[in-house]
């Protein structure tokens, strides 16, 4: 390897880091907000959407989601991204869909277990979820539900064949 690549590589490194770093210090201030924010504020939704696409803020999103005394629309957002983006990390990944199956089980909020069920087809490598998403999709009491885990079966399966839906 030349002088060049070795600069190359480690101008890359270096910028990949430096972008981390913004991505975790954007992430810390916008979870620092939503925190602040007084339970119903609608802004923690909007803050969600801004976290969208942010890796470092995953492991909030999973926690929000899973928070039956959160903010229905704040937990609606979290479990879209969660869907849109899921963890590559395994370990994140399955905390991740167990947590959308805690609010698939929130008897209060109807809202967000239509949205947690839509959201888990990419976390069915994990046999629990699998199960109880046929279970949802065949005996929920609600047909919207129903209706959004038979959805997420079907992408499931497409992910599986297109090799998109991760580990």
């Known amino acids: 390897m030349n002088d060049t690549n070795l600069t190359t590589t480690e101008a890359t490194a270096e ?9 975790t210090a954007a992430a810390e201030h916008l979870i620092a907000e939503f925190r602040a924010l007084p339970a119903d504020s609608d802004r923690k939704r909007e803050i969600i959407t801004e976290l969208d696409a942010n890796a470092q803020a995953l492991p909030f999103l999973v926690s929000v989601v899973a928070d ?3 903010y229905d629309l704040a937990r609606v957002e979290s479990a879209t991204v969660l869907r849109l983006w899921p963890p590559a990390d395994p370990a994140l990944r399955h905390e991740a869909g167990r947590a959308l199956l805690t609010a698939l089980r929130d008897p209060e909020e109807d809202l967000v277990r239509q949205y947690a069920a839509m ?5 069915t490598a994990d ?6 998403l046929n279970t949802t999709a065949r005996a929920d009491e609600d047909p919207l539900v129903r209706d959004s885990a038979r959805f997420s079966i079907e992408e ?8 998109a839906g991760g580990p």
């Open 156 to 163: 499931a399966r497409r992910l599986q064949e297109t090799g």
């Open 119 to 123: 959201s888990l087809a990419p976390y």
């Open 15 to 23: 910028a990949t880091a430096e972008a981390t770093a913004e991505a």
């Open 68 to 70: 039956h005394g959160e």
């Open 127 to 132: 046999p629990v979820v699998a199960t109880v």
